[in-house]
Nanobody, 123 residues
């Protein structure tokens, strides 16, 4: 079992920045990659970014590419999502997830999920 705890969400004005953190504990060796997803009210959960524990390879959704940066601290089993130039359309609950195998952009490839942290961007 892998436990994931997100933090760092909040209210920010458009153009501002936030940094989300996701701390993993438990059987962290049972995951090969970590991802961030988000879900706005009335919308489906969508992929944001992912990173592999080994090699640090990253992938981003087109909507956030160039504005968001995912990074990881292997020693602390923690993944970060630095969000810059935030837009009102970035408002959503952001979820951290851990997976072992599969397409990193698909929620079906993730086995463990955090409870989520709310990000609200005002115009």
């Amino acid at each position: 079992q892998v436990r994931l705890v997100e933090s760092g969400g909040g209210l920010v004005q458009a153009g501002g920045s936030l940094r989300l953190s996701c701390a993993a504990s438990g059987r962290t060796f049972s995951s090969n990659y970590m991802g961030w997803f988000r879900q706005a009210p009335g919308k489906e959960r969508e992929f944001v970014a992912a990173i592999t524990w080994v090699g640090g390879g990253t992938i981003y959704a087109s909507a956030v590419n160039g504005r968001f940066t995912i990074s990881g601290d292997n020693a602390k089993n923690t993944v970060f999502l630095q969000m810059n130039s935030l837009k009102p359309e970035d408002t959503a609950a952001y979820y951290c997830a851990a997976g072992l195998s599969g397409s990193h952009t698909s929620s079906y490839a993730y086995d463990y999920w955090g409870q989520g942290t709310q990000v609200t961007v005002s115009s």
